[in-house]
C-alpha cells in the first residue's frame, strides 16, 4: 500500500495535514495514531498467537477410537425352523 506513495506525495500529505490541523495538533495526533496502530499490531499478535496454539492443543490431542458396532445376527423364526425340517425330512 506504501510501496505506491512516493516521497513527493508523503510531503503533499504532510502539509495539508500541517495546514488543516495545525503545527500544535501535528505532533499530538502522530502520537495518537502511533500508539493506536502499535495496540492494533499487539491484539492482532495475541489473536494469531492463541489461534496457533488452539490449533497445536487440537493436533496434539489423540483422537479416540471409533467403537465398532456390533452387527445383529438374526434370529430364527419357529416358521423358518419347520420350513427347515420339513425340506430334509
Request: net charge negative; no cysteine; charged share 20%.
Amino acid at each position: 500500500m506504501l510501496g505506491s506513495i512516493g516521497m513527493s506525495e508523503l510531503l503533499i500529505i504532510f502539509v495539508i495535514a500541517l495546514m488543516v490541523f495545525g503545527p500544535r495538533k501535528l505532533p499530538e495526533l502522530g502520537r495518537s495514531l502511533g500508539k493506536s496502530l502499535g495496540e492494533f499490531k499487539r491484539a492482532s499478535n495475541d489473536l494469531r498467537n492463541t489461534l496457533e496454539e488452539e490449533i497445536h492443543v487440537e493436533d496434539r490431542a489423540p483422537s479416540p477410537a471409533p467403537t465398532p458396532t456390533p452387527t445383529p445376527t438374526p434370529t430364527p423364526t419357529t416358521e423358518d425352523q419347520q420350513h427347515d425340517t420339513a425340506g430334509t425330512a
